[in-house]
């Protein structure tokens, strides 16, 4: 690979030999893109207040939580209204578990 030139400002376009179109093989090489795969997150206090919301932004994002509460301070309206605001197959991937304190 050639070193590169320095910046110049020039009114004419140069014909040198020197200023090649770059060819595939001066470019870098193609690196592998990882694609994140949805997470099974542990996700206590879903149905508070923060827990709803946060759980919220997790499955728009397609992650795949499994909430825990025991209804201590929160309320099921958080998850109920929670269902209506994404989609039906993000809902699917939800679980939920009640649990003691």
Aim: charged share 15%; net charge negative; no cysteine.
């Amino acid at each position: 690979m050639k070193p590169l030139r320095p910046f110049s400002f020039v009114t004419t376009v140069p014909t040198d030999s020197s200023l090649q179109t770059p060819k595939e093989t001066d470019a870098w090489p193609s690196l592998p893109i990882p694609i994140a795969r949805p997470q099974n997150l542990a996700h206590p206090g879903v149905a508070g207040f923060i827990g709803s919301n946060l759980l919220e932004a997790l499955l728009k994002l397609d992650e795949i939580p499994i909430g825990l509460h025991s209804f201590s301070t929160g309320h099921q309206q958080n998850l109920d209204e929670l269902q209506q605001l994404v989609s039906p197959a993000q809902w699917r991937g939800f679980t939920y578990r009640e649990i003691g304190v």
